[in-house]
């Protein structure tokens, strides 16, 4: 059993990440039914229910709300990255790798650190370029 979880333990992740999945899918589910449920309340009553309640309902469930915001058009769209700081986290990771596989022997003199460094500097690379590259808007 030991064994086992030490050539496979990488399956962690990939588990946790559905497991995680599954569980935001089901809250949001719930989130929903607890709304229908509270306008199936005020219908009994014979009221109105409220604009927000109506809205939450009519919301996709698989609707990002953090991640969208409305122009002034009505439409939406998606909120800017911020690429400095992608820069600053790739860039580091960069360095880290490479770092540990170049001066360490941490994976066994097999190159995969470096090659995992090499990866995250090319993406510190294309943040960079987008951080300088990105159209300001005027004030």
Do not use: C, H
């Not at 962690?12 to 709304?35: I, N």
């Not at 469930?61 to 769209?77: F, I, M, S």
């Not at 470096?114 to 004030?139: E, S």
């Amino acid at each position: 059993m030991e064994q086992l979880f030490r050539d496979f333990w990488w399956l962690v992740f990939p588990l946790a990440w559905l497991l995680a999945g599954g569980v935001s899918g089901f809250l949001k589910y719930q989130r929903q039914k607890q709304a229908l449920d509270l306008i199936r309340t005020y219908a009994e009553k014979g009221q109105e229910p409220p604009k927000a309640l109506i809205d939450l309902i009519q919301k996709p469930l698989d609707d990002d709300a953090p991640a969208l915001r409305t122009t002034g058009e009505g439409r939406q769209d998606r909120q800017a990255a911020n690429y400095w700081s992608l820069f600053g986290l790739f860039a580091t990771l960069a360095a880290g790798f490479a770092g540990a596989g170049w001066f360490t022997n941490v994976d066994g003199g097999s190159g995969a650190f470096l090659v995992v460094g090499f990866t995250m500097g090319a993406v510190a690379i294309w943040a960079l370029i987008n951080a300088l590259l990105r159209n300001r808007t005027p004030r």
